[in-house]
């Protein structure tokens, strides 16, 4: 069983349900990065989405888009982002860390190293997000075979058709983008949200997570009456820029200890 796996399954026992916070390796200095993602788990992280920065984040708007600039400038890459990983692991070997990014990184590395160095890290999930899943199926089988799941984004433009392909491929959760648009625009619409999700758990017995438009406690709390998962990043990224320097982390985990608080709230 996945550590993603084992984390949803134990949330469902509990009736709670997953956090996973978004952010930049690198950003906003490498050396902040592992102290960071420990901190997202201490204030309440249930899986870790660890963006791997690159120059042309097609699906991201101006807040993560300047976080990949900033980790991009600190000469922060795939093989550095492996790196951090494997530092987290030496100390969590239990929270799952999935890295979300774009097909370039993986593709200059080529597939089947990446594969064997992300599953050596520690990595638990991959989510590409210029995948596609009718052209990535022999990824998804290398994926398989190196122990880790492969998650999908669907959105609310996604045909019947392409769900069931998605649904087909992927492991671990499967990620609905709340939005028509990039990360962090845009209005959240939650009575979409809550037409959409069942509607996609008639394809799948995955669990699904909601981001792309989560800002608070209160919109995470309403996302969660329909989905296995809440998904925040810009949000978080924003603390991060508003925040002292060195005080990065503790407002990171501030603001996601109220998303927390919010999400387990009766």
Do not use: W
């Not at 399954?9 to 906003?28: C, H, M, Y």
């Not at 087909?168 to 990360?183: D, E, I, M």
Request: net charge negative.
């Amino acid at each position: 069983m996945s550590r993603i796996q084992a984390a949803f399954e134990q949330l469902a026992k509990n009736r709670r349900k997953a956090l996973i916070p978004f952010v930049t390796a690198g950003d906003p200095e490498p050396e902040t990065t592992v102290s960071l993602m420990h901190g997202l788990v201490e204030a309440g992280a249930d899986v870790i989405e660890l963006g791997v920065p690159f120059s042309d984040p097609m699906a991201d708007g101006p807040v993560i888009q300047r976080a990949s600039d900033r980790a991009l400038r600190h000469g922060v890459g795939l093989h550095q982002v492996l790196a951090f990983v494997r530092e987290f692991r030496a100390t969590d070997q239990a929270t799952p860390v999935v890295l979300m990014g774009y097909a370039n990184p993986i593709e200059a590395m080529g597939a089947a190293r990446f594969a064997a160095e992300a599953q050596q890290a520690g990595v638990d999930g991959v989510l590409v997000v210029d995948y596609p899943p009718e052209e990535c199926e022999s990824f998804a089988d290398l994926m398989r075979g190196h122990g880790m799941d492969l998650i999908f984004l669907l959105a609310p433009t996604s045909s019947d058709a392409r769900i069931a392909q998605v649904a087909r491929l992927a492991s671990g959760y499967l990620y609905y983008v709340s939005l028509k648009g990039v990360t962090g625009a845009g209005h959240l619409d939650l009575a979409e949200v809550a037409a959409k999700i069942p509607h996609i758990r008639r394809a799948t017995k995955l669990p699904v997570g909601v981001g792309f438009g989560i800002r608070d406690g209160a919109t995470a709390k309403a996302v969660a009456q329909f989905a296995d998962a809440v998904v925040i990043g810009s949000a978080i990224i924003q603390q991060m820029e508003a925040a002292p320097a060195g005080e990065q982390v503790r407002y990171a985990g501030r603001f996601l200890q109220g998303i927390r608080a919010a999400l387990d709230a009766k």
